[in-house]
C-alpha cells in the first residue's frame, strides 16, 4: 500500500510541475501589474524582472497536498479492513492527521509572511521573530505526538554523561531555532539568477534520497514516507519555478520562495525524525552564515545590499566591497576581522587615510575572492558545485563515519 500512495503522491507532484509550468509565464503581467518586479542588476540593460514568484510556488505546492490529505488515510483504513467481515478499523490515525494538518499550517503561515515580507520589506527581527511564531503549531504537534526530547550521545561522552541525555525544554528551543535558521539560511546565500532554486533542489534531492535509503533499510517507515509526501511537490514546483529562475532570469523568487523551502525543509526534519542530518544537507548554508557573522551581527559595517558588483564592460561580476576604519571596530570585531585576513579569506586594501577596503562577507563574494572576476552564470554552477560536494560528504559523515560513534 506504501508504494502505491508514494506513487500517487508521485503522479501529483508531475501534474503540479506541468501546471506550474503552464502558470508562471501567464502571471507575469499580472505581477508587473501589481508592482511586484524588481531590476536584474547583474544584465548590461537591466531589464524588469517580475519578482515574488515564490508565493504562487508555494499555492500549487498546497494545493497539491491538499487533494493527497485523503489518499494515505483512505488506503491505511481499507488495509485495515477485516478481510471477512469488510469491518472498518476502530481507531483513525488522529496523529497521522494532525502531523500533516499541522505541517502545511505551518507552511501556509511562512508563505503568507514571506509574502508580506516582498510587500512590505520587514526588518530583521520581524523575520527572526515570525518564524519562531509560525513553528509553534509543528512543535505542539511533536509534543502531543511525540514529546521524546532526549538525544543519544555518541560512544566516547558515554563514560561521563552515560548513553543518553533528557534536555528537555531545550530540544523545543534547538527545534525553534532549527526553523528559524532554516527560513533565513537559503534567503542570506541568495542574489543571484537561480541560486536560491538551485540550493533547494539540490537540498531537496538529498533528503529524498536519504528518505528513500532509509525505507531500504527499514529505519522509522512512517517518518520517512511523510518526508517523501512533502520534498516530491516541493521538487516537482521548485523544477518549475528554475526553470524560468535560470539564467538568465524570467522571473525572480522573492523572500517568499526561501521561507517556504526552509519552512518546508524544517517540517520534514523534525517530524521525520532526523534534524541532524538535515543540517548535513545545510553544511554550504552553515558555512556562508559563520562567514557572514562579523557583518550580520555588525561586528562589522553591513551595507543594505551584499550582491556581487557587476562590470557591464566585461559582463562579469566582481566583489562588492565595504570599507571601515579599524579603529571603528570593537574588540570582537577586531578580532574576527585579524583570523578572517590571517586565513586568507578576505581581500584587504588599505588607504592612505588608513581606512579599509574588504570584500563583503558572503560566500557569493568569497568565490569572487578566491577565482577573481566571473560569469554570473558561472558563479552560480561553482556555488551549486559546492552545495553537491558537501551532500557527498554529508552522507559519508551520515553513513560510515556515524557507525563509529553510533551503533548501527
Same mark, same amino acid.
Given at each position: 500500500? @506504501?508504494?502505491?500512495?508514494?506513487?500517487?503522491?508521485?503522479?501529483? @507532484?508531475v501534474s503540479a510541475y506541468l501546471m506550474t509550468v503552464r502558470m508562471i509565464?501567464?502571471?507575469?503581467?499580472?505581477?508587473?501589474?501589481a508592482r511586484l518586479y524588481g531590476k536584474d542588476l547583474c544584465k548590461r540593460d537591466q531589464p524588469q524582472v517580475p519578482e515574488s514568484y515564490g508565493v504562487l510556488i508555494g499555492c500549487v505546492f498546497l494545493v497539491s497536498l491538499f487533494l493527497f490529505i485523503p489518499i494515505p488515510f483512505t488506503f491505511d483504513e481499507a488495509a485495515a479492513m477485516d478481510v471477512e467481515t469488510g469491518g472498518k478499523p476502530a481507531t483513525f490515525p488522529h496523529d497521522k492527521f494532525v502531523e500533516l494538518i499541522a505541517a502545511l499550517l505551518s507552511i501556509c503561515c511562512m508563505i503568507f509572511l514571506g509574502f508580506a515580507d516582498d510587500v512590505?520589506?520587514?526588518?530583521? &527581527?520581524?523575520?527572526?521573530?515570525?518564524?519562531?511564531?509560525?513553528?509553534?503549531?509543528?512543535?505542539?504537534?511533536?509534543?502531543?505526538n511525540y514529546n521524546?526530547?532526549?538525544?543519544?550521545?555518541?560512544?566516547?561522552?558515554?563514560?561521563?554523561?552515560?548513553?543518553? =541525555?533528557?534536555?528537555?525544554?531545550?530540544?523545543?528551543?534547538?527545534?525553534? %531555532?532549527?526553523?528559524?535558521?532554516? /527560513?533565513n539560511a537559503?534567503?542570506?546565500?541568495?542574489g543571484i539568477n537561480g541560486l536560491e532554486v538551485g540550493q533547494s533542489l539540490i537540498i531537496a534531492a538529498s533528503i529524498l534520497v536519504f528518505n528513500i535509503t532509509e525505507l531500504c533499510l527499514g529505519h522509522q517507515i512512517e517518518s520517512h514516507k511523510f518526508s517523501i509526501y512533502f520534498v516530491l511537490p516541493f521538487l516537482a514546483t521548485s523544477l518549475a519555478l528554475w526553470k524560468f529562475n535560470k539564467y538568465p532570469s524570467k522571473v525572480f523568487v522573492g523572500d517568499t520562495f526561501c521561507y517556504f523551502a526552509g519552512m518546508t525543509f524544517a517540517v520534514v526534519g523534525i517530524l521525520g525524525h532526523f534534524s541532524k542530518t538535515l543540517l548535513l544537507f545545510f553544511l554550504p548554508q552553515i558555512i556562508n552564515f559563520l562567514y557572514s557573522t562579523p557583518q550580520l551581527f555588525?561586528?562589522?559595517?553591513?551595507? &543594505?545590499? &551584499?550582491?556581487?558588483?557587476?562590470?557591464?564592460?566585461?559582463?562579469?561580476?566582481?566583489?562588492?566591497?565595504?570599507?571601515?576604519?579599524?579603529?571603528?571596530?570593537?574588540?570582537?570585531?577586531?578580532?574576527?576581522?585579524?583570523?578572517f585576513r590571517t586565513l586568507r579569506l578576505i581581500s584587504w586594501q588599505e588607504k592612505s587615510d588608513g581606512r579599509v577596503i574588504t570584500n563583503n562577507f558572503t560566500l557569493i563574494n568569497f568565490v569572487l575572492v578566491v577565482f577573481g572576476p566571473v560569469h554570473e552564470? $558561472? $558563479? /552560480?554552477? %561553482?556555488?551549486?558545485? =559546492?552545495?553537491?560536494?558537501?551532500?557527498?560528504?554529508?552522507?559519508?559523515? &551520515?553513513?560510515?563515519?556515524?557507525?563509529y560513534f553510533y551503533e548501527t
Open positions: 500500500m @506504501s508504494a502505491i500512495v508514494i506513487a500517487i503522491n508521485a503522479a501529483i @507532484s509565464p501567464r502571471f507575469r503581467d499580472m505581477f508587473v501589474k512590505l520589506d520587514l526588518r530583521w &527581527r520581524h523575520k527572526l521573530l515570525l518564524p519562531t511564531i509560525a513553528t509553534l503549531p509543528l512543535l505542539m504537534v511533536y509534543y502531543v521524546s526530547t532526549t538525544i543519544i550521545l555518541p560512544h566516547f561522552a558515554r563514560a561521563f554523561f552515560g548513553k543518553s =541525555v533528557n534536555i528537555g525544554i531545550f530540544y523545543y528551543v534547538y527545534m525553534g %531555532m532549527l526553523a528559524v535558521f532554516c /527560513t537559503i534567503n542570506i546565500l541568495a555588525h561586528f562589522v559595517p553591513c551595507p &543594505r545590499h &551584499r550582491l556581487p558588483k557587476y562590470d557591464a564592460k566585461t559582463d562579469l561580476l566582481h566583489i562588492s566591497t565595504t570599507d571601515f576604519h579599524p579603529k571603528e571596530l570593537g574588540t570582537l570585531g577586531r578580532v574576527m576581522v585579524t583570523v552564470r $558561472v $558563479v /552560480t554552477q %561553482m556555488l551549486m558545485g =559546492v552545495q553537491v560536494m558537501c551532500t557527498l560528504v554529508a552522507f559519508v559523515i &551520515r553513513y560510515p563515519l556515524a557507525n
